[in-house]
């Protein structure tokens, strides 16, 4: 039987509360594993906090489906990276702990969304939750690997950002895009090159060709959304 709570005229399931817990619980062995300095926890703390609040508004009353509880499951491995990025400031940070939370994360990606057509659960909530967990991920890890590749690696965790900054003066950037296997690929490929520069397996030369392709690859794709909302913005 689920569990909820009621909250006023509004009724919430236990999804983003357990989420925040397992995050407690994961910086907890986090902690245990590898020290989880100050940083680290109030980060990490944070972001299991504005998870939690985020989830409870979008959700108003519903509960998460299967595949939401799978995005839910990523987001707080995403919330352990986070926590150890922002440790760094500190200390540095233990890169294979890193690399395989960051590794799985990813991992699971591919998960949520077969999950939600075989439970015929699809919904504009789920797709947006993936996606911005998706987003947050891949900021972090700019922000990690530009430590030793340097501060053009931001740009990749930002362009996402600038493009919904830019779509509250351009009102036509709001409108939903067709679906694209290219985009999906190339918002893949962000993801993995980060994680092999993170990881420090390459040379540096090659890290930064790497990554520098994987910002191309992410500038063209915005850039061709950008032009068919252009094209398409009278509709």
Known sequence: MAIRIRCGAVTFG???????????????????????????????????????????????????????????????????????????????????????LASIALALDAADGQVARRTGTVSPLGARFDMEVDAFLILVLSVFVARSLGPWVLAIGAMRYAFVVASWFLSWLKAPLPPSMGRKTVAAFQGVVLVVAASGALPQTFAITVTALALASLCWSFGRDAAWLARHRAA
Do not use: H
């Open 14 to 100: 236990w999804g983003p509360f357990a989420g925040a817990a397992l995050q407690l619980v994961l910086l907890a062995l986090v902690w245990k594993v590898d020290g989880l300095g100050l940083a680290g926890w109030l980060s990490g703390s944070a972001y299991a906090i504005a998870l939690c609040a985020l989830l409870l508004v979008a959700l108003r009353g519903t509960r998460l489906g299967p595949a939401d509880v799978v995005t839910l499951t990523r987001a707080t491995l995403v919330g352990c990276v986070t926590a150890l990025v922002a440790d760094t400031v500190t200390r540095p940070a233990p890169i294979p702990t890193l690399v395989a």
